[in-house]
């Protein structure tokens, strides 16, 4: 269990500045559902990608079963949460890469790797991808929390995560939630940039 899960533990801080392009990426998910940019399926596979790179248990079981639900494979599931891409259909490599950068990087691209998403995808569409890794680190972010939590009530604690932390990391969402909600909105009025670098 150590190995797959719990890879990457968030601060605080960055629980809050996820939950602020959470919800600035919103727009980008509205379009989504009007424009159908990104399949159910590729949703799928952008999360579990970002999930595998985090290690979060609970998302981890929660994206497999809506994973099943949108008609992937047991096979291609179990190959994204440990790693091999080999599964990925051709056309959604670019992105599937992209998720795994941008999370592994904290929440950072570089300009040329943004530009190659663009370049495959379009502007439109490479927000939404963006907005659907952004939403995930999120719920990631949470999850972590709330999965070593469990563990430990279980006692098997990660090892990884204090009790301070995980309280902490649970009861800051419900502060940081509007707080965030708030903040998200000033910037976008502000037109402050969503792009990731």
């Given at each position: 269990m150590q190995d797959r899960f719990f890879k990457k533990i968030y601060s605080i801080g960055d629980f809050y500045w996820s939950l602020v392009l959470s919800f600035r990426g919103m727009e980008y998910l509205k379009l989504n559902k009007e424009k159908k940019l990104v399949s159910n399926q590729f949703k799928e596979r952008i999360m579990l990608a970002v999930t595998e790179v985090n290690g979060c248990e609970a998302c981890s079981y929660a994206h497999t079963k809506f994973a099943l639900e949108e008609g992937m494979s047991q096979e291609e599931i179990s190959s994204i949460l440990s790693g091999e891409m080999g599964v990925i259909?051709?056309?959604?490599?670019?992105?599937?890469?992209?998720?795994?950068?941008?999370?592994?990087?904290?929440?950072k691209s570089s300009k040329e790797s943004w530009q190659r998403l663009?370049?495959?995808?379009?502007?439109?569409?490479?927000?939404?991808?963006?907005?659907?890794?952004?939403?995930?680190?999120?719920?990631?972010i949470y999850g972590i929390a709330v999965s070593a939590m469990q563990t430990r009530l279980k006692g098997k604690p990660s090892g990884k995560t204090s009790l301070f932390y995980e309280i902490t990391m649970l009861v800051s969402f419900i502060l940081y939630l509007p707080l965030a909600a708030i903040h998200a909105s000033i910037e976008n009025r502000n037109n402050v940039s969503l792009l990731p670098y």
């Open positions: 259909p051709e056309e959604e490599t670019v992105a599937i890469f992209f998720a795994q950068h941008y999370t592994d990087q904290n929440g663009v370049d495959e995808y379009g502007f439109e569409k490479s927000m939404v991808i963006l907005a659907i890794i952004r939403m995930m680190i999120s719920g990631n």
